[in-house]
């Protein structure tokens, strides 16, 4: 109902994401997913066979399948992502599943704004702002981490096609306007 | 000094370059640094040294040069290298400058410079032949290879490995981690590296001998003067005294003389020995045995004053002194990082001696590999030895020396801050050996005594504009904004940063200053209804069968009563029992409450959950997540609140009666879901709406659009703190500064001792905290409705003229209230409570302020407002 009065904190920057592409020659390409369903979970390790997704156990890993991903937060947190409107389901689903566990089940899908980026420069461009080893040796599908992009706090996910980056919302400007110096030409 | 018609490894002849210096227009090559092409000038004297305003030249070919400092202006400002690390380009215009740079704003900007992460498993410092070898095994064995040199090395064929030209290493820290800064064009690089494994290739240096006048331009170290004909094809002298303490310099003498440079001398101060004999048979004049007691010229050397064994002496003429005191391994990154050294009586020299970080090696020269043997022969001795300089740069002779250590000074490190030898931006490189070898030698200690003093990062003088990088100008801190915040923008707010946030400050109309468009603002949250931004607020999401428990831990006061529905407000302590941040707890379920905290103590709040639950009271089954930037909040405050609120449409029941003050519902404000909480910060019926995020810009412009009629007006944080004030409320961090309890600040029924332990509970306790004339929470009403009282003004109690007096106090809070018609404050004031009603002073440059004393509240002293 309420999709019209709801507004992304990029909705202002769109066409500076999109500008990126041209900038770079395709060596990057970022696009927006906006109000992408994210629920923080709370569970003890040993719980988590109960939950109705495999979370991961190893840190700074995802599982992703289907509609859903988890990702590794720490060793009882979790991130489950869906699609967008998905949170409330979402909820629903771990409630039913961990009913009578102690737990914590909390809708941060408004916490966060996802960031896909996708491109040969991806690697390079993180480079300049992230201070973790992103070279296949150690990062690879299913790889996630909480860690910081130039001054920003960011969890990054890679995913077969794309790289996904989360940021607040309230850095999401400075973000943006970091990715854009770094993108520049002559960069 | 000329340029040879042929030769010159580093140079490209078929690209000349036109570069200005000190005001001459000459010409040089690509390839060529700023002293080779000096050199080829026939430039002699490239700046006056730093204190004694001595003529000094190039004498060096690198970066351990301590003589020749230039300031550059063109094509990029630069304001102190060494002319020998100074690529010429076309278009270079430098002058001489001594000692320090000077700092100006004007002129070319820096070039951009960007920073690099990258991660290898090895990485080798030095392209020279002992690092290419060790960078070409690491590729063998599959590592990733990063190589980089200072220089631009030649013939370096690694494309498996990263090979950084013009690439320094600035320090090397734990665990691998390097600071590389590349001097790339147009784009600099700061890389911040993580090696599994450093090898450092970083060769040596030759170091000068002390003689009378050995700064005399024509003076040079023998390789570097070599090194000026191999790489630049530049002769510089046309008559040379070889100068030399080591074989190694007959290497240097053949080189000069083959380029066509007279050797006059070739004086060891070694006796007879091979190296010798093979020279002489070459046709060198060999002096063993003999010194250099001094040079003559003005101001390049015209002739050198040699001394033979027995105290003889003889003048020769010759423009250029080739010196060589032996070789010191470039060991300054390697004991940065806490290598040790030990004493090379062979080489007369330190070398590492191999205990360091395990993932450090150090390979090559630089472990002394392949020096020539060498004498420990500091310096010629002589009645006067006033110029004998060890330290260029600073200017520093071996009688400066013999002054500290005659002083009573033992330690190298103490004559080094004594005579500042070591400390400018060559950072010793010429003078640490050899000034330790002199301390040594003074205090008849072996030459092993004492090594050379400690180099610290950067290894080579860095632009803060590289350190910079990507972060300056607007990206210095980030500025954290609101989903509300383009609104904010469209409607002309002025911000404050409250930490990295901007928020509102006030939202000026044309022609209104702060205080008039702060007084409107309040008058219509006291007469009306206003709304701000409240989205920065700290959120926290506490979870679990014990959040009441944690909660009541937390807090002094009761959380675990709070009905579910019902909000609470809370002080949180230290463990010292000084109020540290504030808030409400709104409890949404039994087992789930939503707390807030100020906005800068959110993180510090969330921190302190995770401690405690961690490390403490890990029985406890509660999660906390940070929740902050989930919601938006808008404050909606005034005696038409609840109508506006209906107004943008709601399915809650606003009523009095349903929904009373610090109660919360859920449900629906224009069209999207809401939690609607009844907290007033202003001491007005006021509601906080609760949103996603992505509803906030919406919820506004729809709570902005039905209070219209209502003649709703946003208020900033300034219009914010003058309401809370005229209500006594404090801002922990304004009026607190970790220094004051509850009961400080009169809120002893915050604190309820009787519900079990809680942070800060036993601290109520210490004498100190217990104390009767503590300072307390008071207001003041200036006597002159119309005095404003800045904020931090002390405050006595009889004010008799003279300084000093007893201070009893300072403001912490004081504003012109709108809807007082008059000025106000909050006050720290020593036994304050006893005071009220007398009057205290506030002795300021412009007059005295004379206050009275008043219960820290002006306004609705008995709430009825709130509960409207």
């Known amino acids: ?187 | 000094m000329r340029r040879l018609e042929t030769g010159g490894t580093s140079i490209d002849r078929s690209a000349p370059l036109a570069f200005t210096f000190g005001g001459s227009a000459l010409r040089g090559f690509a390839g060529d640094t700023l002293a080779s092409a000096l050199l080829a000038n026939g430039v002699d004297v490239v700046c006056p040294s730093p204190i004694l305003g001595r003529p000094r030249g190039v004498m060096t070919a690198g970066p351990e040069e301590p003589s020749a400092f230039v300031e550059i202006s063109a094509p990029e400002l630069d304001l102190i290298s060494a002319a020998t690390t100074v690529e010429l380009v076309d278009g270079l215009v430098a002058k001489g400058r001594p000692g320090t740079g000077r700092m100006r704003l004007e002129g070319a900007p820096p070039p951009r410079c960007e920073h690099r992460y990258a991660h290898c498993e090895t990485l080798v410092v030095g392209a020279g032949p002992a690092g290419v070898a060790a960078a070409r095994e690491a590729v063998a064995a599959g590592d990733r290879v990063i190589l980089i040199d200072e220089r631009s090395p030649h013939g370096v064929d690694l494309p498996e490995a990263t090979v950084l030209a013009r690439a320094t290493a600035l320090g090397l820290y734990d665990h691998g981690y390097v600071v590389v800064h590349e001097r790339s064009r147009p784009v600099e690089r700061l890389w911040h590296v993580r090696a599994r494994r450093v090898i450092l290739a970083t060769g040596a240096h030759e170091r000068p001998i002390a003689f009378a006048a050995n700064d005399r331009p024509g003076v040079m170290l023998a390789s570097s003067a070599a090194a000026y004909v191999e790489r630049f094809g530049v002769v510089p002298g046309e008559r040379a005294v070889v100068f030399t303490t080591n074989h190694g310099a007959y290497t240097a003498a053949r080189a000069l003389r083959n380029a066509g440079t007279g050797i006059a001398a070739i004086v060891d101060v070694l006796l007879e020995g091979s190296a010798q004999d093979a020279a002489r048979a070459d046709g060198f004049e060999v002096r063993s045995g003999w010194a250099i007691a001094g040079t003559e010229g003005d101001p390049r050397v015209s002739a050198v004053r040699l001394v033979g064994p027995g105290g003889e002496e003889e003048t020769v003429k010759a423009d250029l002194v080739a010196v060589s005191g032996g070789w010191n391994p470039v060991v300054q990154l390697w004991r940065a990082i806490g290598g040790g050294l030990r004493w090379d009586e062979a080489l007369a020299t330190f070398v590492p001696n191999g205990v360091g970080p395990s993932w450090l090696e150090v390979v090559g020269t630089a472990t002394g590999e392949g020096l020539p043997t060498s004498a420990p022969y500091w310096y010629v001795p002589a009645d006067d030895l006033s110029s004998h300089f060890v330290d260029f740069q600073r200017d520093q002779t071996v009688a400066d020396v013999i002054d500290a250590v005659e002083g009573g000074l033992r330690s190298v490190e103490h004559v080094k801050r004594a005579t500042y030898i070591g400390t400018a931006v060559d950072q010793g490189r010429t003078s640490g050996v050899l000034t330790a070898g002199i301390v040594n030698l003074l205090q008849g200690a072996g030459a092993d005594a004492q090594g050379p003093t400690n180099a610290r990062p950067p290894y080579t003088p860095v632009s803060f504009a590289a350190l910079a990088g990507p972060h300056g100008g607007a990206r210095l801190d980030p500025a954290r904004t609101t989903s509300i915040h383009p609104w904010h923008a469209d409607h002309g707010a002025v911000f404050e940063n409250v930490g990295q946030w901007k928020r509102p400050w006030f939202f000026p109309r044309t022609g209104e200053d702060l205080d008039e468009a702060v007084r409107r603002e309040c008058l219509a949250v006291r007469t009306g209804v206003g709304m701000m931004d409240a989205s920065t607020l700290g959120k926290i999401e506490v979870v679990g069968p014990d959040a009441a428990v944690f909660l009541d831990r937390m807090y002094t006061n009761r959380m675990s009563n709070l009905a579910v529905g019902s909000i609470r407000y809370g002080l949180m302590c230290g463990l010292d029992g000084m109020v540290m941040d504030d808030g409400v707890a709104m409890r949404s379920a039994e087992d789930r409450y939503l707390v807030t905290t100020t906005t800068g103590g959110a993180a510090k709040v969330l921190d302190r959950f995770e401690e405690w639950l961690q490390t403490e009271w890990n029985d406890l089954r509660v999660y906390c997540t940070s929740v902050t930037e989930q919601w938006a909040v808008v404050a909606v405050n005034g005696p038409r609140a609840r109508d506006v609120v209906a107004a943008a449409g709601t399915d809650i029941d606003l009523s009095a009666e349903a929904f009373p003050h610090m109660t919360l519902r859920h449900g629906t404000v224009a069209e999207a879901p809401a939690r609607l909480a009844r907290v007033s910060f202003s001491g007005e019926l006021a509601y906080e709406v609760h949103v996603a995020a992505r509803y906030g810009s919406h919820v506004w412009e729809s709570l902005t659009g039905a209070g219209e009629p209502f003649g709703i007006t946003a208020y900033g944080t300034e219009a914010m703190h003058v309401l809370r004030a005229e209500k006594g409320y404090v801002i922990v961090g304004q009026d607190t500064d970790g220094t004051l309890t509850p009961f400080d600040l009169g809120m002893s029924w915050i604190v309820n001792e009787r519900k079990g332990d809680f942070i800060g509970r036993r601290s109520f306790r210490r004498a100190d905290t217990a104390r009767e004339d503590r300072k307390h929470l008071v207001g003041l009403l200036p006597l002159e409705p119309d005095a404003l009282i800045p904020e931090g003004a002390q405050l006595v109690q009889e004010d008799t003229g003279r300084i000093p007096m007893p201070m009893v106090g300072h403001v912490t809070s004081s504003y012109r209230s709108a809807i007082l018609e008059r000025t106000f404050a909050l006050a720290m004031l020593a036994s304050g409570r006893e005071r009220i009603g007398t009057t205290v002073f506030a002795p300021l440059p412009e007059g005295t302020v004379a206050a009275t004393v008043t219960e820290p509240i002006f306004y609705d002293l008995e709430g009825a407002r709130r509960d409207g």
């Open chain 1, 1 to 187: 109902m309420t999709v019209e009065v709801a507004r992304s904190p990029l909705a202002h920057r769109l066409d500076d994401l999109a500008g990126i592409e041209s900038v770079t020659g395709g060596d990057v390409v970022l696009e927006h997913v906006p109000f992408l369903a994210q629920v923080d979970l709370r569970l003890a390790p040993e719980l988590a066979t109960r939950a109705p997704y495999p979370l991961p156990l190893t840190p700074n890993t995802a599982w992703e399948g289907g509609p859903r991903a988890a990702l590794w937060l720490g060793p009882d947190e979790w991130l489950i992502l869906g699609p967008p409107g998905s949170q409330s389901t979402i909820a629903h689903e771990l409630e039913a599943a961990l009913d009578g566990t102690h737990r914590s089940i909390v809708d941060v899908s408004d916490n966060r704004v996802a960031l896909e980026l996708s491109g040969p420069g991806v690697q390079e461009l993180l480079a300049k702002g992230c201070s973790l080893d992103l070279d296949p040796r150690s990062w690879r599908v299913g790889s996630c981490a909480q860690t910081l992009l130039a001054r920003a706090q960011v969890i990054l996910h890679e995913r077969a096609e794309t790289t996904g980056i989360l940021v607040p919302p309230s850095f999401a400007d400075y973000l943006v306007d970091w990715l854009l110096d770094a993108t520049r030409a002559g960069g």
